[in-house]
């Protein structure tokens, strides 16, 4: 959906009152200025800001009503004005840092909204935001209690509640308000087709997920859900498809301002001499790893494309021992982190859970799925591995993520020390809701899962040491073939045609990777290895001013306690902090 910030007058005289008093520690006193925030979000989309933890949501749906655009962008700017003029008001320091994450994140929103409807024909891939209305209700972390909530959603989106028009209606009246103003670009034809063959998917989706509860009477109402939404598609085919663009590329300007959106602060060309750089260091990395692999194995080659291949067949794993195979492999890593006092780890088990068919339809690749931020009452991330599908003969479809070398690094990004730890520690150490939620973008993020695949690839088995170097090989190509693609130095074939013959990927997966840069996510691939890079310059730097009394296990758990501050931030709280902490 077109991203849009709603702001209410009345929040900011509501919440403007309720000052935090001087006794109040500067996490209690940050936390007012963001839920000031907070609560004005939730009036526009209210599904992503309950999945946050915002209480009593359940029952909200998004605005998509008359005016929404000149209503969000009136709301928004009266709440940067009460950001600054708190900011001038504020002496502690900590306080201070988290007005100016909120101030730029809501500038940055204002920039981007701005940008979209200015230049973009508004579309709304309203089955999979339904989808996720309902699904992010019913879910085994949830209290029982709230799954009623869902039919209560279900039916302001069918629009059967009195004051509710049905979701799909004011879909399509958004879009058609837009239809006749020139020069609006039309979505990428690619991404609408894409996403009216996985919309059955997404519509059967919602009466698994409430059919596998013990709700009662949502059936007459999801009936006439499911026929909107099958409606919605047939004018998405007939309306959207004729105004849909062939060139999948942005205009530049939206290109740069998604690059910043993720975290990213270079520019396209600086992205792509950065990154061609690393990639030949890893490559030779790679090169120099193959032979010894081949040795040890008894493979007939040295190339490190056959012997990734050779890898991937030799360590198949059939779609019914996933499960236990990734639970076995995290509890060696969690071995390795112990003796080699890399970060401290949680006292309980991380989570690993297979998809359901919807859920893989949507994301097909392994993800953490975070859990609530605010408000949470024990529940913690979950990596979640996309759903197997067993062949006729009895065999398993096989994919890059479903062999034995391969899960070793895809654990150690998804679980721990990677993604896993960084939720898990936002939930356990109390940081301020503006680092948990605000600061969060895809550089601190990713930035954090790559390097954790690199402090524990030393001591991986050495089949688990290459896939390791190649998933860093992919991240290093992606900061260069996304800013090459947005720019059309490169076509998607030949970018495609890299990906599975130089660096061994799939056909599967390197599809989805140009259809990330294209149109799914135009620049987020790009942040992994920048804040990869990012991470580990300050190491380097953390290492020079300590020396010997540099200690990994406290530089990574100061890390994960910062919660997610940007690159800027965290290397001053860091040096300011961490440093002088350490200095015997």
């Known amino acids: 959906m077109r991203k849009v910030t709603t702001f209410s007058l009345i929040a900011v005289f509501s919440v403007a009152i309720a000052a935090p008093s001087q006794a109040a520690t500067w996490v209690e006193k940050s936390d007012v200025n963001a839920n000031f925030v907070l609560d004005v979000l939730a009036k526009l989309t209210p599904e992503g800001a309950g999945q946050l933890g915002v209480d009593g949501l359940d029952e909200a749906i998004s605005d998509l009503g008359p005016g929404i ?170 309306e959207i498809l004729p105004r849909s663009r062939d060139d999948y590329r942005l205009p530049k300007d939206l290109y740069e301002d998604a690059l910043r959106n993720w975290g990213v602060d270079a520019s396209p060309t600086d992205l792509i001499e950065q990154a061609t750089k690393g990639y030949m260091d890893i490559r030779g990395e790679m090169e120099a790893l193959a032979p010894l692999i081949a040795a040890e194995k008894g493979y007939d080659t040295n190339d490190y494309r056959e012997v990734i291949a050779l890898l991937k067949s ?122 948990a939620v605000f600061a969060f973008n895809s550089v601190n993020v990713e930035g954090w899962g790559l390097y954790a695949e690199a402090i524990v690839r030393p001591y991986l088995p050495l089949e688990g040491q290459m896939i390791s170097l190649q998933y860093r090989l992919m991240r290093a190509a992606r900061m260069f073939l996304d800013p090459m693609l947005n720019l059309g130095l490169i076509t998607p074939e030949e970018a495609k045609s890299l990906i599975m013959n130089d660096i061994a990927i799939g056909e599967s997966w390197a599809q989805n990777e140009v259809e990330r840069y294209t149109y799914r996510m135009p620049g987020q691939a790009t942040a992994y290895y920048y804040g990869y890079s990012k991470m580990q310059s300050l190491r380097a730097q953390t290492e020079l001013k300590l020396r010997e009394d540099f200690d990994q296990k406290a530089f990574h758990d100061f890390i994960l306690d910062q919660g997610m501050l940007p690159p800027h931030i965290l290397k001053d709280a860091v040096m300011n902090e961490f440093v002088p902490s350490q200095t015997h």
Do not use: C
């Open 314 to 435: 030799d360590g198949a794993i059939d779609g019914d021992k996933l499960l236990n195979h990734y639970n076995a492999v995290l509890r060696d890593i969690e071995e390795i982190i112990v003796r080699e006092k890399l970060v401290s780890l949680p006292d309980r088990d991380a989570g690993i859970r297979i998809a359901t068919a919807a859920e893989t339809a949507v994301q097909p690749a392994p993800h953490l799925q975070p859990p609530r931020l605010i408000g949470n009452t024990g529940e913690y991330p979950f990596f979640v591995i996309p759903l197997l599908t067993q062949n006729e003969d009895g065999s398993w479809q096989q994919t890059d993520d479903t062999y034995e070398a391969g899960a070793w690094t895809l654990t150690a990004h998804e679980a721990r020390p990677g993604h896993e730890m960084q939720f898990s520690s936002i939930v356990e150490s109390g940081v301020s809701i503006t680092r």
């Open 69 to 238: 655009n000149e209503r969000s962008r009136k709301m928004s700017e009266d709440v940067l004005a009460e950001l600054r003029r708190r900011l001038e008001d504020e002496s502690d320091s900590k306080v201070r840092q988290d007005l100016g994450i909120l101030i730029k994140a809501m500038e940055d929103s204002l920039r981007s909204s701005d940008l979209n409807y200015e230049q973009m024909l508004p579309y709304y891939n309203v089955n999979q935001t339904v989808f996720f209305g309902i699904r992010g209700i019913i879910d085994p972390q949830n209290s029982r209690d709230r799954y009623p909530a869902a039919i209560a959603r279900l039916e302001k989106y069918a629009g059967i509640v009195d004051g509710h028009t049905p979701f799909t209606e004011l879909a399509k009246a958004r879009t058609q308000e837009r239809f006749d103003v020139a020069g609006l670009v039309g979505p990428y034809r690619g991404e609408v087709e894409q996403d009216l063959e996985r919309a059955e998917t997404m519509i059967t989706g919602i009466e698994e997920v409430l059919a596998g509860t013990d709700l009662e009477g949502w059936e007459a109402s999801y009936a006439t859900l499911a026929g909107q939404l099958r409606a919605y598609n047939d004018w998405v085919r007939a």
